[in-house]
């Protein structure tokens, strides 16, 4: 429906006056204005080396994404060679408001056509600017969460923990909340897990930690920490929050799971499970 009502605007303009205007300012063209337009051209050509090489040099210096940069570089460019133009043809004597005002109506009705492609376009570039996350991140971004394989101008790709490969238009990412797992060196691991009340809490909160500081990959600063997290009706749960780099989570996260039960069943202590107690009084 827009495309129609942008091409309906373009139809509207005086496009033969357009034609007759660009056909008379041809006619008038002389050999001096020829001359003029070509030495302001090749002065506009030097202007635009000169820009895009200042350009080049500071996006040098920026942190800026390779692919960002090159993509500036290109807009520029395309600019820059448009105003030159336009310069050039009004330097030969040629109307030039009825031809940019048609290309406008143009550009527009395609950029309508092309919104989603483009807000994906300028999605890419605000990450790639900002640059929230990095490949090898693990992320949780639209609606996803999985480690980032490929940061596209159109796509970001990521690979879940299943090995599955999920791709997210960036209009998607940029739209929405961004959790970046690795954005920090360390990362806290909690882990929970019950015990019954017979066992003493000074046992319990002892294995968890020998556990916690026989791991190669816990971090002893901030040192490993365990409490009682909540009486529940069958059982006491514990909490064990320990520290590690961010790339060990899943490996230490699994490693104390595992080792919960054999270093439980080696103290004496039992994990309970819901059941109900009854008691018989004799009368």
Avoid at 48 to 77: E, F, N, P
Avoid at 119 to 143: C, H, I, T, W, Y
């Amino acid at each position: 429906m827009r495309l129609f009502l942008a091409v309906d605007v373009a139809s509207d303009l005086d496009i033969e006056a357009a034609a007759d205007n660009l056909k008379n300012s041809l006619a008038q063209i002389t050999t001096n204005k020829i001359f003029e337009a070509v030495i302001v051209a090749a002065a506009g050509l030097l202007v635009v080396k000169l820009l895009l090489k200042l350009l080049d040099r500071a996006l040098y210096r920026s942190q800026l994404d390779g692919t960002l940069k090159k993509l500036l570089h290109s807009l520029l460019k395309g600019a820059l060679l448009f105003v030159t133009v336009i310069v050039v043809l009004e330097r030969l004597g040629i109307e030039v408001t009825s031809l940019v005002a048609v290309l406008s109506v143009i550009g527009l009705a395609f950029s309508l056509a092309l919104q989603n492609f483009l807000s994906n376009v300028a999605g890419g570039m605000q990450l790639l600017a900002s640059r929230p996350f990095k490949v090898g991140d693990f992320v949780e971004a639209g609606g996803c969460s999985g480690a980032v394989t490929e940061v596209g101008m159109f796509y970001t790709r990521l690979a879940t923990y299943e090995n599955k490969l999920i791709q997210i238009p960036n209009s998607a990412i940029v739209s929405a909340n961004i959790i970046n797992h690795f954005a920090l060196p360390t990362r806290r691991v909690d882990l929970f897990v019950s015990a019954s009340y017979d066992a003493p809490l000074d046992l319990v909160m002892g294995t968890l930690l020998g556990l916690a500081r026989a791991h190669e990959l816990v971090l002893d600063d901030p040192a490993p920490a365990t409490h009682v997290k909540e009486y529940g009706d069958n059982a006491i749960e514990y909490a064990l929050r320990v520290w590690c780099a961010s790339g060990d989570y899943w490996t230490v996260y699994n490693d104390l799971i595992d080792s919960f039960k054999p270093a439980f069943d080696k103290a004496g202590i039992a994990m309970t499970y819901p059941h109900v107690n009854v008691h018989m009084v004799e009368k």
